[in-house]
Structures are given as structure tokens and as C-alpha cells.
């Protein structure tokens, strides 16, 4: 029976992960009385990320804009609003074996922030504007891992026997194949 020795390696990682949906009601006050909306669409999405403890903060915004008619469906207009969101993203998954404070984030849109429905609000005067959005979150860290050592017979028989049968190989190859265009 071998003995074999163990080795902590610390090395960069992903040592939490997490994923968020969300789902958000804009208010939007247009400068007329809307009469029917037409359409909405989310454009200039930007964010940024930041770690915290046992989550990420994925911080950002985006232009909500919405085509609606007004004056009884005569008139139409676009009222663009820019809206920010805060979203708290738990880890789900969290290595125990971080060594370091310092930790790299990387974020992913997995649902790039959609308009679902947008309604005229009860009173009248505003519209509503329901709209998803999903993340997914990586933590990168330095953190430890244990790997299984095996000193002997690190070099075996089999091995140099396959590297002397490719150096034979590679004797073998004819380098003269290669032939040269005479239009150059």
C-alpha cells in the first residue's frame, strides 16, 4: 500500500454563486392625459456590481420608454423616463476556504431588463410599466484546495516508451512536401 501525501494549493476561484429575478412596476407621469398606450421598451441598460459579505449588489439603470396616444386617440407621444434599481443578489452557493477579502465579481444578464405590460394607472394621469430583469453572479476568490500527491513512479516505463515511438514517428515524416508556388 503507497502512502501518499496531501498539498493545500491556493489558487483563484469561484467561491460563491447566485441568481436573481425581478420583477418591477414603473410609475410613469406622461405631460398628457393618456388615452391608450401603444407601446413601451426598455433601452441603455448599464450597471455595476460590488460585493458584500453574503451577497452582490448589482446596481443600475435603464430609460423606460412608452408610445401613447392622447386628446381620444388623436395625438400620440413618446415619454421617456430613466429609472434606477438597486437588486441584492444572495449567494446560494459560498466556499468556506476563501484566504483573501479580495474578491472579483463578475455579473451576467441572463434576462436583459424587458418591458412585460405597461397600463394606464387607475386615476388616469400615469402610466404603470411592469418590467423583468435576471442576474446570475459569480464571486471570485483565492481560496484553498487539497490535492492527492503521488512521488513515485512519477515517470513510468509506458509513457517513455510512447515519447521514443513519436520521436520515431515524426523521423519518418518526409519534409520535402511542401511545394513552392512558382507565380511567386
Known sequence: MKDYAYREIITKAICGKGKKFSQTA????P???PSSILGCWVINHKYKTHYQRDCVIVEG???VNIWYSY???TKTEVVSENVAYRDQVPLT???KNVVSDRMEVVA???????SLEANISPNGNKIVAQVEREFLVEVIGETKVKV???DDDFFNEEEEWEDDELEAALE????DFIVEDEDE
Open 26 to 29: 414603473h410609475s410613469i407621469s
Open 148 to 150: 492527492q500527491v503521488d
Open 93 to 95: 452557493v459560498k466556499d
Open 31 to 33: 405631460t398628457h392625459k
Open 108 to 114: 451576467t444578464t441572463l434576462q436583459e431588463p424587458n
Open 172 to 175: 519518418e515524416i518526409d519534409s
Open 61 to 63: 439603470s435603464y430609460d
Open 71 to 73: 386628446s381620444n386617440n
